[in-house]
């Protein structure tokens, strides 16, 4: 995982994101307001962590995602955050988004190769 800094932009705060894709195991249809009075649900996700292994995680699903319908057993893109707590302790805050994990197209899922293409600067204007 390649954690990257970003400024968050609500609270202005610097903070190092990283992009997941986790499978969704379970999640409590029940919403809830976290302290900032944003609502999410708590759920379970698998995911291959940075030693390959497979584990399985506690994380949110904001209710402007879960609204949008999602199923367990479906792999969904999320983040990890680093946060720090009122203690001074960090840990990590995993979340997950209603979009799909799903790769992107490369040339070689069409049988196409690289080829280096030339750009004409006169057909562009």
């Known amino acids: 995982m390649n954690f990257v800094e970003s400024k968050n932009p609500k609270t202005e705060a610097i903070e190092r994101v990283a992009k997941i894709t986790a499978e969704l195991i379970e999640i ?41 319908g999602m199923s367990v057993g479906v792999t969904y893109s999320g983040k990890a955050t680093v946060i720090t707590g009122d203690d001074g302790k960090q840990g990590v805050l995993l979340s997950l988004s209603h979009l799909t994990g799903a790769g992107s197209a490369s040339l070689a899922d069409f049988g196409l190769e690289a080829t280096p293409v030339e750009a004409n600067l006169e057909s562009v204007k």
Do not use: C, L
């Open 28 to 68: 409590n249809p029940k919403a809830k307001a976290n302290k900032n009075g944003t609502m999410f649900h708590n759920a379970s996700i698998k995911f291959d962590n940075s030693k390959g292994e497979s584990v399985t995680r506690q994380a949110i699903v904001y209710a402007s995602n879960y609204a949008y």
